[in-house]
């Protein structure tokens, strides 16, 4: 396992934008999949995208997110960006970050893929 720890969240107005940064510490393979999920209080948690180390971002979230959001990803630093823009009051909702570091490829969309999670971090979108 990896810890995760996902920054960037906070309350903005719709329309508004948010950049979600998840930083990884510990043993990682040198390609590995990271993931953004999001979980709407009283719903499940959903997949956003997943990111492969050196490939472009997968989004599974369909057209929820589409056009929208972008996933990123500074290999060197082991960070995993998700920037938000065009916000709307659906998006709120607990982002979390996720990892599979032992290198399985390609990157799932299923929560049980991964077997490092953050916290989460809160976002807000106001009308």
């Known amino acids: 396992q990896v810890q995760l720890v996902e920054s960037g969240g906070g309350s903005v107005q719709a329309g508004g934008s948010l950049r979600l940064s998840c930083s990884a510490s510990?043993?990682?393979?040198?390609?590995?999949?990271m993931a953004w999920f999001r979980q709407v209080a009283g719903k499940e948690r959903e997949v956003i995208g997943s990111?492969?180390?050196?490939?472009?971002?997968?989004?599974h979230g369909g057209d929820s997110v589409k056009g929208r959001f972008t996933i990123s990803r500074d290999t060197n630093k082991k960070t995993l960006y998700l920037q938000m823009n065009s916000l709307k009051p659906e998006d709120t909702a607990t982002y979390y970050c996720?990892?599979?570091?032992?290198?399985?490829?390609?990157?799932?969309?299923?929560?049980?893929?991964?077997?490092?999670w953050g916290l989460g971090t809160q976002v807000t979108v106001s009308s």
């Open positions: 996720a990892a599979d570091p032992g290198g399985r490829w390609p990157c799932s969309s299923q929560e049980s893929f991964y077997n490092s």
């Open positions: 510990g043993n990682t393979a040198v390609r590995y999949c």
């Open positions: 990111s492969y180390s050196g490939n472009i971002p997968t989004y």
